[in-house]
Nanobody, 128 residues
Framework: QVQLVESGGGLVQAGGSLRLSCAAS????????MGWFRQAPGKEREFVAA????????NYRESVQGRFTCSINKAKNTVYLQMASLKPEDTAVYYC?????????????????????WGQGTQVTVSS
């Protein structure tokens, strides 16, 4: 049984930093990319960042480029999202995902519907 378990969310002031972690288990992920989506109250879930298992390919939504960094520790089957210069508009529940699709396609319109592996989410709240 595949499990993706997020941790590291919390409350932070604007301009602060947080690091989210997602530990994956239950199968071999060497042919998978891993990454992050987020969903704010009343809004649709949106792509944030993704990374290939090798770490050689990454993709970020434009609004987080230069502030967020996605990395992977293959030995621990864990993907991280280092978030810096946080803004109130970054407030959301952040979800980890795993999928065979290359990170460059994770922002496509049908990704959420077709992807099977999701974590339970972790809340990030940025106060102004």
């Amino acid at each position: 049984q595949v499990q993706l378990v997020e941790s590291g969310g919390g409350l932070v002031q604007a301009g602060g930093s947080l690091r989210l972690s997602c530990a994956a288990s239950g199968r071999t992920f060497s042919n998978y990319a891993m990454g992050w989506f987020r969903q704010a109250p009343g809004k649709e879930r949106e792509f944030v960042a993704a990374i290939s298992w090798s770490g050689g390919t990454t993709n970020y939504r434009e609004s987080v480029q230069g502030r967020f960094t996605c990395s992977i520790n293959k030995a621990k089957n864990t993907v991280y999202l280092q978030m810096a210069s946080l803004k109130p508009e970054d407030t959301a529940v952040y979800y980890c995902a795993a999928d065979p699709l290359s990170p460059i396609y994770w922002s496509r319109y049908d990704f959420i519907a077709r992807s099977d592996y999701w974590g339970q989410g972790t809340q990030v709240t940025v106060s102004s």
